[in-house]
């Protein structure tokens, strides 16, 4: 009988520690156990270099949605980002979409910032101001070798 009761004791330990370690998991990855109650909005940006499907989306630093899906608009020649938004979060029409960086190199992420504008965003509309990613690695790669370039026109034939 104690080893019974032994069994059972261990037992439900295991449970509660597997459900926890589910329950960080899916929290510490951004996710929801409920799905939670969100709506799509989308964006048309010239360069999302960096951005990934399930990157953050941010309004004032605040974690508020994730990017679901990013795809080419061939006709343009450019990216339609398409991402979810928690759904007490209304945004007005003349809302900004912007892809900023964490730090200098870190992960990309979609900042909103809302406008005041007196009519919201509805479900599945496009947020038609944005600023494009920067691209630090031609940045750089401009600065070093722009400036070097530079300096072999300036220099006098031998």
């Known amino acids: 009988m104690k ?3 032994l069994e059972f004791l261990v037992g439900v330990f295991v449970l509660l520690g597997l459900a926890a370690i589910a329950y960080l998991t899916v929290k510490l990855g951004g996710g929801s156990l409920l799905g939670g109650d969100t709506y799509a909005l989308e964006a048309r940006f010239s360069s999302v270099s960096g951005l990934n499907t399930g990157s953050s989306v941010l309004v004032a630093g605040v974690p508020v949605g994730r990017v679901e899906a ?4 061939p006709s343009e020649y450019t990216a339609i980002v398409s991402f979810r938004v928690m759904s007490d979060l209304r ?3 003349d ?12 992960d990309k992420y979609v900042a909103l910032s809302p406008g005041a504008d007196e009519t919201f965003l509805k479900a599945g509309e496009r947020i038609t101001m944005t600023e494009s990613s920067v691209d630090i690695e031609s940045l750089i790669g401009k ?6 370039s530079e300096e072999t026109e300036k220099a006098p034939p031998p």
């Open 91 to 93: 945004l007005p029409t």
């Open 3 to 5: 080893q019974t009761k």
């Open 70 to 73: 990013i795809r080419v608009e």
């Open 143 to 148: 600065m070093a070798f722009g400036s070097v």
């Open 95 to 106: 809302s900004m979409a912007s892809i900023k960086t964490t730090g200098l190199i870190g």
